[in-house]
């Protein structure tokens, strides 16, 4: 069956230096790959998409990659901020009628 | 700026008891979701709708469960008898048809207690 993990580690960080979060797939071949946020008691909020022909996608201080042969896409937070401490969830997105959620990987920043 | 919105906030029902959620999604979007997730896991696909039928459903979306787009404006979960297990936030979501990023709108969500 279809598999994402993600760090189920917090990742903790000092503010101003960059998150790298790790989302890794199996068993799936998606059209998209999407980058969500969700803050406690939140729904998701869409941050990204990168396409399966896609290597890279830059959004502010925000950069995807997205590797199909690895099946792995690392989800870059440049410059960080308290702010930006949430759970960052990897969703594969079948271009139609299905997402899957991967579990998250929360991060803090300290300040 | 238009958002999904979701009613109510918080539900609390016994234990075999039929339950409606409901949502608003933004308008003009044509895709419609409903995801839960329990307490501490991860967001799980029920079932996404598309020119007012199911498209694609989950294996948790069984008889118990059905969906609703009774006027052109509110989306609305059922669950026909509640378990203990049934617990959870309940997300919708809403996409345009065409969209450069695919991405789904959230709403707040619906906390569902089973007692």
């Known amino acids: 069956s279809q598999k994402i993990e993600q760090n189920s580690e917090a990742l903790n960080i000092q503010e101003g230096k960059t998150a790298t979060l790790t989302c890794n797939y199996t068993?799936?071949?998606?059209?998209?790959l999407q980058w969500y946020r969700q803050d406690p008691g939140r729904g998701p909020v869409f941050l990204l998409l990168?396409?399966?022909?896609?290597k890279e996608k830059r959004k502010e201080r925000l950069k995807v990659t997205f590797d199909t042969t690895l099946k792995q896409s690392l989800f870059h937070i440049t410059a960080s901020q308290p702010a930006d401490s949430a759970t960052y969830l990897c969703?594969?997105?079948?271009?139609?009628?299905?997402?899957?959620f991967g579990a998250g990987t929360r991060l803090f920043v300290k300040a | 700026e238009p958002e999904v919105t979701q009613t109510p906030s918080h539900q609390v029902t016994q234990m075999g008891q039929e339950v409606i959620l409901r949502c608003v999604p933004i308008?003009?979007?044509?895709?419609f979701y409903w995801y839960r997730q329990i307490l501490g896991q991860k967001v799980e696909f029920l079932v996404s709708?598309?020119?007012?039928?199911?498209?694609?459903k989950s294996e948790i979306f069984d008889d118990q469960f059905s969906v609703e787009r009774p006027d052109g404006s509110n989306f609305t979960l059922k669950i026909r008898s509640t378990k203990l297990e049934d617990s959870a936030m309940y997300f919708c979501?809403?996409?345009?048809?065409?969209?450069?990023?695919?991405?789904?709108?959230f709403g707040p969500g619906t906390r569902l207690t089973v007692l």
């Open positions: 979501a809403s996409r345009p048809g065409t969209s450069e990023y695919n991405e789904q709108f």
């Open positions: 068993n799936y071949s998606p059209a998209y």
């Open positions: 990168i396409r399966e022909n896609e």
């Open positions: 969703a594969l997105f079948d271009g139609g009628f299905k997402t899957i």
């Open positions: 308008s003009n979007h044509l895709y």
């Open positions: 709708f598309y020119n007012n039928e199911i498209s694609e």
